[in-house]
């Protein structure tokens, strides 16, 4: 067994957000290489993902942008399992970052959202960066709608 080096450990749940055990375990399996948790953390991320998505996502929030200047707006509504879930931090901060999405990039759909590019992170799509939320907060978590309005 590979001893954890307790400062790589810590970077990687404050740059994951990832259970504790899991960036353990994440460090262990790789070695200690850093770059190869990362990848082992975000494939389990998109696993647990799958698993949970036949489960019903009835609680959720209506989040919008305005853009800067107030010429494009957008409302988007982002379900999950739990009210609780619906009300943390980085639930919020998918549901901004998925509406500055729709006003910078204009989808037509949801199913064209998601497959788009994360603007802040071409590596990823924007269903890979919901798939890392539901890693992250262990429930489902569906886009459900979106209407963006421009002047």
Known sequence: MVKV?????????????????D??????????????ALEWIKK???EKASK???????QGIIDSY???GGKIGVLVEIA?????VAKTDEFKNLSHEVAMQISAMNPKSVDSLLKQDYI????QTIEDLVKSAIGKLGENI???RFARFEI
């Open 80 to 84: 999950c399992e739990t009210d609780f």
């Open 5 to 21: 080096d307790i400062k790589q450990l810590k970077k990687l749940r404050d740059e994951t957000s990832a259970s504790i055990a």
């Open 120 to 123: 802040r992170d071409g590596s």
């Open 66 to 68: 305005i853009h800067q």
């Open 44 to 46: 389990r991320g998109i």
């Open 23 to 36: 960036c353990r375990k994440a460090l262990e399996e790789t070695g200690g290489d850093y770059k190869k």
């Open 52 to 58: 949970k998505a036949d489960r019903e996502t009835s």
């Open 142 to 144: 569906t886009v459900k």
